[in-house]
């Protein structure tokens, strides 16, 4: 974001985006959207398969209460910790399945799945970050992806598909989407600027079949809210237009990569050896392995006092005191000189507690 | 809101404001909260009684998720339409409660609490708009209040005060919010600037005690979202200091009552006898009882052939087909040629029908 794109402001059309709007949101915006899908994977969509949602929270907010409750969702393990703390707000069960580099494992899947058919219950949602998982940096590869899906339509399981990093890939094509993948049916798949322009904009969409759009549409939330922030919603639709977004995404893009890879020099230049991590293709995070008998605990303290701040990893699993030695660092966020001593200094603090 | 409000953005504070915020919003609206609850009330509040919500609905709807599983969620009957939708969203249990001019009725509400109580189980909150509420235009004396209060603290029911109406005021001098009269324990109290400022920046507050609003603030939709609507609320501050805000809200009270004098004018002028409303002393709406054996959506789709658009009683009912005689008029949305218009057709129309 910089000062330039603020002069896009218009004061007629913010007068009227300071009304109530509809329940879908903004006009222009859901049109630029669909531009936006159409071109990025050739998908022909009617509005009535998006809406504008207040985040990506928003959607998986109004997905949980909506759809959550006719039994346990699935999620990765480990998984996104805001994500967890809502649908544990909303009292829901939740069942994790653990992942490999090429996504969540198959077997546990099937042995969750037979287990509920044997019980006489089924699953009511896949929670699933396919590109770059937050906060394991893995995007499930598109053959993971179909075997997926081939387990879970038979079952009736919804996939929500949250693929905020999506925009932010530095490298190869990514595999098709789920919803592309399912041609639509049973999927809902969760966008946001929050990644690529502003999180204080509160603005995402949700794209799914007309029939579970209308549901979130005609919800007490949005019938009662007018639509998805409308004033941030024609600031974005304004800046769009002009052009500016898409150099704007093109610039984080390169920064972000930079900053990655200046991330995985300094790794390899400081890390013990049996310190392990992963090389993301897109999106923010690291995701640090120690070896078992580490306490990541004691590691993010140590770190933290010499003013280097990681994320605990335990924190995005739903039984954490299982996985206490793993790590998150957020190379997206910090200038490469202090990323470099940052993570030579978090190199010392685990060498020094072998 | 006019173009010269738009002029308070600033570009600086904008760009801060993109930015992911406190999990309890800007701190400077949030200090201009206070010093207004002063100024109103003289209620010395702490930060720690306060956190902005991204309208009134973002209050209601934490509330309910994070308190209303708890055993049902006493309502006014009739109530706001999109509590109502959201509760039922959330698959929460009801029980409503009749009103009379003083506000929700203590019989049935005794009557109810000795049931729960003979069954072993608690009510998990009330649900009350105390000042002109919406529909009915009902502002619950202080008594009432009292003496609602004195039933409900000593079986732990939460009170939601949503009070969203009460800036718009005409005449008479407000009674002490239940948030105030409880000495601030078990109530919060929802304020929003959506009736008095925009509803497109769906921007609002909640008040409450410092262990309540610390577990909405520590709900999974504020900690992934970093705050309500940082950018609205930048806005929304900037314009306050200006000191444009009141000057406003003083304006629009003006317009609202004029409207109301013209409505009831119009009413008093073109109705027939058998038909009874009352007489707000604030806020939006009219509140038009027909005689039972009317059927009030016959009147609705009538009175829409020909322009006039009424809202139907029957969905602010939890059981609506038990009253289907009831219109609700909202007189502050409509000029006054208008609305004498509206309201002489929509009494044609329902003389036709008698």
Not at 106 to 124: A, N, V, Y
Not at 316 to 343: C, D, K, T, W
């Amino acid at each position: 974001m910089n000062e330039m794109m603020l002069e896009t402001w218009d004061s007629e059309s913010t007068l009227c985006s300071l009304e109530y709007g509809h329940e879908r949101g903004n006009e222009e915006l859901l049109d630029l959207i669909l531009q936006k899908v159409y071109d990025e994977e050739n998908l022909t969509l009617s509005k009535e398969n998006l809406m504008l949602i207040p985040g990506s929270t928003g959607g998986i907010d109004t997905i949980a209460r909506l759809f959550g409750r006719s039994g346990p969702i699935l999620l990765e393990s480990p998984s996104y910790v805001d994500a967890i703390h809502i649908f544990q707000d909303h009292d829901l069960q939740l069942e994790s399945i653990r992942m490999d580099p090429e996504g969540l494992c198959l077997e546990p899947l099937k042995k969750i799945l037979d287990r509920h058919q044997r019980e006489g219950r089924k699953s009511s949602l896949l929670y699933t970050i396919p590109c770059f998982q937050n906060p394991t940096g893995i995007t499930t590869s598109e053959n993971r992806r179909r075997e997926i899906l081939k387990l879970l339509q038979p079952n009736n399981v919804i996939i929500v598909e949250d693929d905020v990093y999506r925009d932010l890939h530095f490298e190869d094509r990514l595999p098709p989407s789920y919803f592309h993948l399912a041609g639509g049916k049973g999927v809902f798949r969760i966008g946001s600027f929050s990644k690529t322009l502003a999180p204080g904009l509160r603005l995402g969409w949700l794209i799914g079949e007309a029939s579970l759009i209308l549901r979130c549409m005609d919800c007490g939330v949005f019938q009662m809210g007018g639509g998805a922030n409308p004033l941030s919603a024609q600031w974005t639709a304004s800046l769009w237009q002009t052009g500016k977004l898409e150099g704007h995404i093109g610039n984080i893009k390169k920064l972000y990569r930079q900053r990655r890879d200046c991330a995985l020099a300094a790794m390899e230049q400081y890390m013990p050896r049996e310190v392990q991590w992963n090389r993301p293709k897109g999106g923010f995070f690291l995701w640090v392995s120690l070896p078992e008998h580490f306490d990541a605990s004691v590691i993010q303290d140590a770190a933290e006092q010499q003013g280097v701040l990681v994320a605990n990893g335990k924190d995005f699993f739903i039984e954490p005191h299982q996985m206490n030695h793993h790590l998150r660092i957020a190379y997206s966020f910090v200038e490469e000189r202090e990323m470099v001593e940052g993570i030579r200094v978090l190199a010392e603090v685990i060498s020094k507690q072998q």
